[in-house]
């Protein structure tokens, strides 16, 4: 049994949100610390001890999480989900990369010195490291049971995976002498992303009333049937010409092929993409993140690319984390009141117990069955 009160109430709040028909308050990811649950003691001996019992040990993994669960409540439309990521963008490993495992992040080594006389980028089920994080899926899985959802990993794709695989500066030089060789070679990563995508959803996938369900590593996101978040992290370096011709077609044709697609739009070197991905028709939903020492997804700043995104017919995901709680509230009451509650996520960092019934409370009282005065 999943380890959520509201579960069927929250179910058809995501189902509203993919419509964006969303009633009452906006969805809000609202996980908060019982009080007096934690004892600090069993902290620290869950704490990873390595990058092996980080990333890789089933048991150790499956122990933190559910530690977490058993601690806090999963409030509003937040909902258990163990991640299992190999790092953001592990397709490349899948096709070559090795993987270097770090406290805060993973990275991947490029193997690929030149396209030319390269072979195909290829499905292979044979991959050391495909088998291992499977095994691990599968491993996990065992030990959960319905406790919680596994989230789908971060698998990525386009030309960002042809980034890990041959080095960003290369990949740069390879748009402007080899073009047409990185588009086939973005053509065979799209070909190999949804037999790496099934093998994670075989696993993940739950059955929902009847229909099989997923979530999305990280973002916090549900949906019945495929549910991914897509990115192109690497279109910081390109010119909205090369998005459109490298970028655009890969994201349109991959997001025809899911349920519900949440692009993730990373860092303002990345804004000048937006007019294209807002007229990719599959994309759903969009999330915004400011990049380093910028301020939080709900500052008025960042309005114009919520205005774009919202006057294309697309959700809106936040991030909120500047600040402490009383400031959320008020730079949320202006977020609410232009762009309403029907279409809009809201993922909060965990929080105490007290400021999750205050942000409740408020919610209940200024952001239910908002129209906005954005006209979409």
Same mark, same amino acid.
């Given at each position: 049994m ?7 109430? %929250?179910?058809?709040?995501? &189902? ?18 019982k009080?007096g ?33 058993? %601690? ?16 953001? !963008? ?15 992040t993973?990275?991947? %080594? ?6 030319? !006389? ?21 491993? =996990?899985?065992?030990? @959960? ?21 041959? !080095?960003?500066q290369?990949t ?12 086939e ?12 995508? &099934?093998?994670?959803? &075989? ?9 099989k369900?997923?979530?999305?590593? =990280? ?24 998005? #459109? ?50 301020p939080?997804?709900?500052h ?9 995104a919202?006057?294309? !017919?697309?959700?809106l ?15 949320i009451? @202006?977020?609410?009141? #232009? ?15 007290a ?17 906005? %005065?954005?006209?979409?």
């Open positions: 999943l380890s959520k009160s509201n579960w069927d109430e %929250t179910k058809r709040r995501w &189902d509203s949100y993919w419509k964006k028909d969303v009633k009452g308050v906006p969805l809000m990811c609202i996980v908060a610390e009080p649950a934690v004892d600090p003691a069993v902290q620290a001996e869950l704490r990873s001890k390595d990058m092996f019992d980080k990333y890789r040990d089933a048991k150790r993994i499956y122990e933190r999480y559910k530690y977490f669960v058993q %601690t806090h409540e999963f409030l509003a439309d937040s909902f258990p989900n163990v991640s299992l990521d190999f790092g953001p !963008g592990s397709v490349a490993a899948y096709l070559g990369s090795d993987i270097e495992f770090k406290p805060d993973v990275w991947f %080594t490029d193997c690929v010195d030149e396209w030319e !006389g390269y072979k195909p980028l290829a499905f292979d089920p044979e991959n050391k490291w495909f088998k291992e994080h499977i095994q691990l899926f599968k491993d =996990v899985k065992k030990l @959960t049971g319905d406790e919680f959802y596994l989230a789908i990993p971060d698998l990525m794709e386009n030309i960002d995976v042809l980034a890990s695989l041959r !080095g960003a290369n740069i030089y390879d748009m402007m002498d080899e073009p047409e060789e990185v588009e070679r973005i053509k065979q990563v799209q070909d190999v992303y949804f037999k790496y995508y &099934d093998s994670f959803f &075989d696993l993940c996938a739950r059955d929902e009333d009847g229909v369900s997923s979530c999305y590593t =990280v973002f916090q996101i549900w949906g019945r049937g495929r549910t991914v978040k897509l990115q192109c992290d690497f279109s910081a370096m390109m010119s909205p010409k090369q998005f #459109r011709t490298f970028i655009q077609p890969a994201l349109d044709e991959q997001s025809r092929h899911v349920d519900n697609v949440l692009y993730h739009l990373d860092g303002p070197d990345a804004i000048k993409h937006l007019p294209a991905l807002m007229e990719i028709k599959g994309i759903d939903a969009l999330q915004w993140t400011a990049g380093s020492y910028n939080d997804g709900t008025e700043q960042w309005f114009d690319i919520y205005d774009q919202r006057k294309a !017919g697309k959700a995901w936040v991030q909120v984390y500047s600040g402490g709680v009383d400031e959320w509230i008020k730079r009451d @202006t977020l609410v009141a #232009r762009y309403g509650s029907n279409a809009l996520f809201m993922y909060f960092p965990p929080v105490s117990m400021d999750a019934e205050k942000i409740l409370s408020h919610a209940e009282k200024h952001w239910k069955d908002i129209e906005g %005065t954005l006209r979409v």
